[in-house]
């Protein structure tokens, strides 16, 4: 289940301000783009996912599909199914037809799915990096670095829209070599979601196996 959560960043949770010691010019992007996020009820997106290791000689693109509300999202990947309420997490593996059910602790992930869009806010240090173009839209580059280095994670690069303070991709460096890449091919604000969006219904899943984890 952990792996899941670190391949894919994704988030709305809220934060304590940075330090006086950020670049100023990419806070006031970062700033712009978290409450352009923020201000939304929930949210769907369609992504591709680039993994790269140039040691091991690897690289592979995964598509998949993540609605977010607050603490809550369904997460759809590579066969997997990865709802959470904010409280219960259930991880459905479609090929095994098997849903693990756990307490869901965002502190025991690398990165929360409900953080990329405040990361900055506590324990990063950040900086803008240069203009660039994705699919021919102006966009701007800010770098990402945790300040905690037992962090798997070593570096997180952002590009955000110069029109709506959207994020376009991002990209995220892990010390063992892999590097993540996560472009939104579609976006979808304020989808219709309900309680039945953020929970697992096994019932729609005919001869699930379940193994409660709790």
């Not at 391949?7 to 330090?19: D, E, G, I, P, Y």
């Not at 098997?98 to 240090?125: A, C, H, M, R, W």
């Not at 950040?126 to 699919?135: C, L």
């Not at 590009?159 to 709506?164: E, F, L, M, P, Y």
Request: hydrophobic share 35%.
């Amino acid at each position: 289940m952990k792996k899941v959560f670190a391949l894919l960043a994704l988030s709305v949770t809220m934060a304590h301000a940075a330090s006086a010691q950020q670049d100023p010019k990419a806070g006031k992007i970062l700033d712009q783009m978290s409450a352009k996020y923020q201000a939304l009820k929930a949210f769907k997106a369609n992504f591709t996912q680039t993994l790269e290791n140039d040691a091991a000689k690897v690289k592979e693109n995964l598509t998949g599909d993540i609605t977010v509300s607050g603490q809550k999202f369904r997460l759809k990947l590579n066969g997997q199914e990865v709802i959470n309420n904010g409280q219960t997490m259930w991880t459905y593996m479609k090929a095994e037809n098997e849903v693990n059910i756990s307490d869901f602790d965002p502190e025991e992930q690398d990165v929360s799915p409900t953080q990329i869009f405040s990361l900055y806010k506590k324990g990063y240090k950040y900086s803008y990096v240069q203009e660039t173009k994705e699919a021919g839209e102006a966009c701007d580059v800010i770098e990402l670095s945790p300040e905690n280095k037992d962090n798997p994670v070593f570096k997180v690069r952002l590009t955000v829209s110069k029109a709506d303070k959207s994020v376009k991709s991002w990209k995220m460096f892990k010390k063992n070599g892999n590097r993540y890449t996560y472009t939104i091919r579609k976006f979808q604000p304020n989808p219709p979601v309900d309680a039945t969006t953020f929970n697992f219904d096994k019932t729609k899943y005919k001869g699930v196996k379940v193994i409660d984890l709790r």
